[in-house]
Each structure stands twice: as C-alpha cells, then as structure tokens.
Nanobody, 125 residues
Framework: QVQLVESGGGLVQAGDSVRLSCAASGRAFSSYTMGWFRQAPGKEREFVAG????????HYADSVKGRFTISRDNAKNTVYLQMNSLKPEDTAVYYC??????????????????WGKGSLVTVSS
C-alpha cells in the first residue's frame, strides 16, 4: 500500500514556474514507476510525465515536452514535477500516481494502482 500526497500548486501567471512534489509513504517506494497526470475542467485525466523506478527513464506528453521535468529522490520517497514556461492551458488538477508494473512510455490513467488527491495549478494569462 502506498499513500501519495501532492503539494506545491497554486495560482501563477503565464510564463512562471512551479514545482510540484509528491511525498509517498509506505514501503518500497523505489519499486514503483511514478507518473504525473492532470485533469482540466470538463476534460478527461491525461498523462503528463512518467519516471522509472530509479529515474533512468523518463517520458513526457508532447504538450509539455521541453517545459516540464519529472524527477525523483528515492531517499526522500518523493517525486517532483518542475513546470516552466507555464501556459493557461496547463491549468488543471495535477495528480501523482504509482504503479509497480508499468513503464513511463506506456503508463495510462486507467492502469495506475495508487493515486494522490491532486493539487490545483491555475495559470492566468
């Protein structure tokens, strides 16, 4: 069992940067592939970024590639999402998720085992 708690969201302006954190409790954090997803109002939850168990592999949605960076610190049981050059269309609730058996390139919202409650990021124009 893994509990995930996101933090770091808020209201920012277009062009600003924000770093989200996701703290995990439970055992064997390093055995989980971690991902960030987001859900904008009226839209389905979508994949944003994923990272393998020891951080050697990352993958991003085309919409955030070059602007967002996912990383993890297994010693701190934490995964991060650094978001730069934010746009109003990045406004969403951002969710952290964990799964033992997926990979960053194939993970999807329907296949993750554990979810945080989400952190709202609002980007004003």
């Amino acid at each position: 069992q893994v509990q995930l708690v996101e933090s770091g969201g808020g209201l920012v302006q277009a062009g600003d940067s924000v770093r989200l954190s996701c703290a995990a409790s439970g055992r064997a954090f390093s055995s989980y592939t971690m991902g960030w997803f987001r859900q904008a109002p009226g839209k389905e939850r979508e994949f944003v970024a994923g990272i393998s168990q020891y951080g050697g592999t990352t993958h991003y949605a085309d919409s955030v590639k070059g602007r967002f960076t996912i990383s993890r610190d297994n010693a701190k049981n934490t995964v991060y999402l650094q978001m730069n050059s934010l746009k109003p269309e990045d406004t969403a609730v951002y969710y952290c998720a964990a799964d033992r058996y997926t990979t960053p390139h194939v993970m999807g919202a329907g296949g993750m085992d554990y979810w945080g409650k989400g952190s709202l990021v609002t980007v004003s124009s």
